[in-house]
């Protein structure tokens, strides 16, 4: 395989396309034949197997250059369809397709989550050199003064993002509803939500952007205060404000997420329901509170554990905008900072604290979804 690849990137991209292409569809052709053909029954389908446990082997034998790899290849070839024979006499062989088709998204599973999971919990125990040091790493994230200003930093996006998406979001959703130009509102407060991470800091980089008194502001916010007699302020320097300065940016990206969702949900309130408690005499507020929020509770818990998923994890603008400096870094960020500097392991301590705290999260989640499916 290795030296397939090599042979691939050696050649002009323009050439490396078909032949990446075809390549796939051999794939493709192959999982579709061990899937749809081989379990068929009859007597074409027999030849046909029959003549792959002849030509399989000898393409391995062509390729590998090695008889014994070749007869491996033969035998294990035969016993599959051998079993792949009785399997077609007793019916369609359903559990042999049901397991191919599952294969593909069971093996990206193991191999895009499961084992770089167990592999960096291991990884945390050991050190740079690859000497185990029990919890040391761990240790040292929770002691250290700097580490724990990062995990204070994480905190408070937590608290702050969520919280605060959230009350924008639903206070939008419901000032908007059924109201002229309610399409064009929505469509201003969600296309944050197109722009990437990246783009969305880079935008707000130049709004904090600081020059000199003696210079033109670039800065949107700085020419402002220029403008009302004040002067230029280093918006992303000024600790623990730049925290919130940055937190202002994932703020102004997830209130279009959250603002769509819960509009989605308070149409789905029975208007029965808001009719008869408006008959009831309650006012506007009470009407919210009382039948408005409960029957958008489960969007409320949707909204609020994935946008503090999004905060716990969120890497770009930090990373963008400041790098981690000014006492802003959060864990994520730091997670890529030790692994740039070749701190594996301590890298792996912050990825699983990471991932223990992102746990309960999605568990809640999960658990509500699951209680919300047995309510309906």
């Known amino acids: 395989m290795s030296d397939f690849l090599t042979w691939v990137g050696g050649l002009p991209a323009l050439a490396q396309i078909p032949i990446v292409v075809i390549a796939f569809g051999i794939v493709v052709a192959l999982i579709l034949f061990f899937v749809e053909i081989a379990p068929r029954s009859g007597r074409k389908y027999t030849i046909i197997r029959l003549a792959v446990c002849i030509i399989a082997p000898f393409l391995a034998f062509v390729l590998i250059g090695s008889v014994w790899w070749a007869a491996l290849i033969a035998a294990a070839f035969g016993l599959l369809f051998f079993w792949l024979d009785r399997r077609s006499s007793q019916g369609a062989g359903y559990l042999f397709q049901l397991f191919g088709f599952l294969a593909p998204a069971i093996i990206l599973l193991l191999v895009g989550l499961i084992y770089p999971t ?115 302020v280093q918006w992303l320097q000024e600790s623990p404000w730049n925290t919130f300065f940055l937190i202002v940016v994932l703020i102004w990206i997830q209130t279009g997420f959250a603002m769509v969702v819960l509009s989605a949900a308070i149409k789905g309130v029975p208007t029965e329901q808001l009719e008869a408690a408006e008959l009831d005499g309650t006012n506007a507020w009470q009407r919210f509170t009382n039948v408005t929020v409960p029957g958008i509770r489960s969007s409320l818990i949707v909204v609020i554990t994935t946008i503090s998923i999004a905060s716990l994890k969120v890497f770009d603008i930090v990373r963008t905008m400041t790098a981690g400096a000014n006492d802003t870094s959060v864990l994520a960020n730091e997670m890529y900072t030790q692994f740039k500097n070749f701190e594996y392991g301590r890298s792996a301590a912050f990825a699983v604290i990471l991932f223990v705290l992102v746990m309960p999260i999605v568990i809640y989640n999960a658990r509500q979804i699951k209680k919300q499916r047995e309510i309906r």
């Open 118 to 232: 167990v592999k960096t919990f291991i990884d945390s125990f050991f050190s740079s050199r690859g000497n185990f040091v029990g919890l040391d790493n761990f240790a040292w994230v929770l002691t250290s003064p700097a580490n724990l200003r990062v995990i204070l930093n994480t905190i408070i996006w937590v608290l702050v993002v969520p919280t605060l998406s959230t009350v924008f979001g639903l206070a939008y959703a419901v000032f908007i509803d059924k109201s002229r130009g309610e399409k064009f509102f929505k469509i201003l407060v969600f296309m944050p939500m197109a722009i990437s991470f990246v783009g969305a800091s880079i935008i707000w980089r130049f709004v904090y952007t600081y020059r000199p008194e003696d210079q033109n502001q670039i800065g949107l916010l700085n020419q402002v205060v220029v403008w009302l007699g004040g002067q230029p």
